[in-house]
């Protein structure tokens, strides 16, 4: 099971040493000569959580490869066997919550440039594939959702537990909820549960998959790809590609996914017009099955701020284009980092680690309404993404 000191394992800042953790973005020489960009993330220690740096990085060469017409598709990856990106660097998010809590001016400046990339790349008119080996979150997330092939391998993990830290899943992350199977988005963020790639594949997060064991394969196949300067004629070929990898010998590899088989229960369990009404169904099943077990835990030991922010983000899901969430989120993200919860549960989670998280309340029933909806003001009288 992930958990969300998977978000970052070491103590140091990464905001230092910045080429060390994005490896210089290179171009992959295919048969006919073109070019394919090549991103790698590269901080296999912190499992490959984003930086400023690294994101500031990522979105000056795709905007410099979107002129290129030589330049047809985009590869992305983590470095590492464990995680594609298990987040942002939120110890440095931390360090700069604590130093100014009231205005953080790193973490404004981090979340609207990593909206920005993740918009970026939904937009991009070049095909992104990103190779989803290993953990999945958060950050990670939004590369991945951007992206028009999402591939992933047996060894994906993917979660967004964002609710144990006193944040709430971001990153567009609320465009897509609607988009998912009755009832799992919402289980999934206040319960932090993680899904297998087969769980990825059948809910649609993802929708490739090649085992790990033919990745060189395909890295090498995708140069003989006969690369032309139609987009879509491009998107064939590299679906066909991808295609002969999911053949039933190789999908036979993949491992059991646990959501297929509970998904009606999640659909009852999240049935109601209250986030009070669910949070009792979810807490109170009466199971010996560990997958629901470990989501009653990850409801209990989370923000109860955050489980009412979580219950906006899925009344919104249906109503906001793209633009409007990223616009919505940034509002939403600034104002938690002004407002203690979200420092208080990476101090208890990631930097002491004591897991006892002293929350501004300590049920979700105490969450007062006027609390709530400071919460979803704007935090600035000018939203930094309207030109999106």
Request: with cysteine; charged share 25%; aromatic share 10%.
């Amino acid at each position: 099971k992930l958990t969300l000191c998977d978000m970052h394992r070491t103590g140091k800042s990464s905001l230092v040493n910045a080429c060390r953790v994005l490896q210089r973005p290179h171009e992959i020489e295919t048969d006919n000569g073109s070019k394919i960009g090549h991103i790698t993330l590269n901080s296999p220690e912190t499992l490959n959580s984003l930086t400023l740096a690294m994101v500031e990085g990522i979105s000056k060469q795709l905007k410099d490869w979107e002129k290129r017409n030589s330049l047809k598709a985009v590869l992305i990856e983590g470095a590492g066997e464990k995680a594609f990106c298990a987040g942002g660097d939120i110890r440095a998010l931390y360090d700069s919550m604590i130093e100014s809590p009231k205005k953080s001016m790193y973490a404004e400046e981090f979340f609207e440039k990593e909206y920005r990339l993740d918009y970026q790349l939904h937009k991009y008119p070049k095909p992104v594939i990103s190779i989803l080996d290993g953990i999945v979150m958060g950050g990670g997330a939004g590369l991945m959702l951007g992206s028009h092939y999402r591939v992933c391998t047996e060894r994906t993990r993917f979660a967004m537990p964002e609710i144990g830290v006193g944040l709430f899943p971001d990153v567009g992350f609320t465009f897509f909820i609607d988009k998912l199977p009755e009832g799992l988005g919402k289980y999934m963020m206040l319960t932090a549960t993680n899904l297998k790639a087969a769980d990825t594949q059948f809910c649609g997060l993802t929708n490739q998959y090649v085992d790990s064991s033919f990745l060189e394969n395909f890295y090498s196949k995708i140069k003989s790809i006969d690369w032309v300067d139609d987009v879509k004629s491009n998107q064939i070929s590299i679906e066909n590609l991808l295609n002969q990898f999911n053949v039933p010998k190789n999908l036979d590899l993949l491992p059991q996914g646990m959501l297929e088989e509970r998904l009606d229960k999640i659909r009852s369990l999240t049935k109601g017009d209250d986030l009070q009404k669910v949070v009792e169904n979810i807490l109170n099943n009466p199971t010996d099955d560990e997958w629901f077990i470990a989501g009653k835990a990850g409801l209990e030991n989370g923000c109860p701020t955050s489980a009412h922010l979580i219950w906006e983000q899925c009344k919104r899901s249906s109503e906001l284009t793209l633009e409007e969430v990223f616009r919505f989120e940034l509002f939403l993200a600034i104002q938690i980092t002004r407002r203690g919860d979200f420092s208080e549960g990476i101090r208890a989670v990631i930097i002491e680690k004591d897991n006892s998280p002293n929350w501004k309340f300590k049920t979700i029933d105490e969450v007062p309404r006027d609390w709530v909806q400071e919460h979803l003001e704007p935090a600035w009288k000018y939203n930094p993404l309207e030109d999106i």
